[in-house]
């Protein structure tokens, strides 16, 4: 914890690279975890872990907690004497900042590179937090979920899925669910460690409820056991548990 500004900061053990365009642009050992907003942490590097040139871009953001950053292009060589690659405003540096740890190191924008690797595997939407953990447990707990009365759920065989600090998720076969309750609709959300969910909106009580329902058709490896399953949010639905009604938990997504 860095005084009394309030900014999380954390060593990370893990080998950290990105790689755009096929080459590795951010190849580091000595990456800092640093919490810019509460929900996972951001990847701080050294400036002689980049293979890049910095080139500052003219514009500046402003942080109440980090201080004002400065924003750079990175400037790309093809080392045979071709034009450089450009990519616009991808790097920031708190040259400044209260918090003494950050201003000798820089911050990629996760977006500015193809793909980035924690050791050899590849890490999607965001660096995956130290303090998240996740648990997909088979279990025989019954299961019932109700919306707006309705039940539309209702299961002996449930996975429930632990996550930080989320409520327990009951994930349940399809054969468990009523699915021509349920309409497949576009929205598509990205999770570092479950991978990408796809919705159901879910017609009971006489209405339709947007994108109440979810599932995993190819979820990443850490998260398997919730593969091809359907869950509800807590937060929206009444969901019986052994013949217990949980309290719908506030949350995020309440």
């Known amino acids: 914890m860095a005084g009394s500004t309030r900014v999380r900061t954390q060593s990370n053990p893990k080998w950290i690279r990105g790689v755009h365009g096929g080459k ?3 190849d580091s050992r000595d990456v800092l975890f640093v919490w810019e907003i509460p929900y996972y942490p951001a990847w701080y590097f050294p400036l002689s872990d980049l293979a890049a040139e910095l080139r500052p871009s003219g514009e500046t953001d402003r942080s109440p907690s980090r ?16 034009p450089d690659e450009i990519i616009p405003n991808a790097a920031w540096r708190h040259l400044d900042s209260p918090v003494a740890e950050l201003r000798d190191l820089v911050r990629i924008e996760w977006d500015a590179v193809d ?5 050899d595997e590849e890490v999607f939407v965001h660096p995956r937090s130290p303090e998240v953990r996740i648990d997909a447990l088979s279990s025989s707990k019954h299961v019932r979920v109700f919306v707006d009365g309705d039940l539309v759920a209702d299961s002996v065989r449930p996975t429930v899925l632990y996550e930080a600090s989320l409520p327990p998720r009951f994930y349940l076969p399809q054969a468990d669910v009523r699915m021509e309750r349920l309409t497949r609709t576009e929205s598509e959300t990205a999770c570092p460690y479950k991978g990408w969910a796809h919705y159901w909106n879910v017609n009971a009580g006489g209405a339709e409820h947007a994108d109440l329902a979810w599932g995993y058709r190819t979820p990443l490896p850490e998260s398997a056991p919730i593969a091809g399953l359907v869950c509800f949010y807590n937060e929206k639905v009444d969901i019986e548990v052994d013949g217990q009604m949980l309290e719908r ?6």
């Open 115 to 119: 793909a980035w690797f924690e050791e």
């Open 24 to 26: 590795t642009i951010v």
């Open 249 to 254: 938990p506030k949350t995020k997504f309440s």
């Open 67 to 82: 201080g004002e950053a400065t924003r750079f292009d990175l400037v790309l060589s093809d080392g045979e004497g071709g």
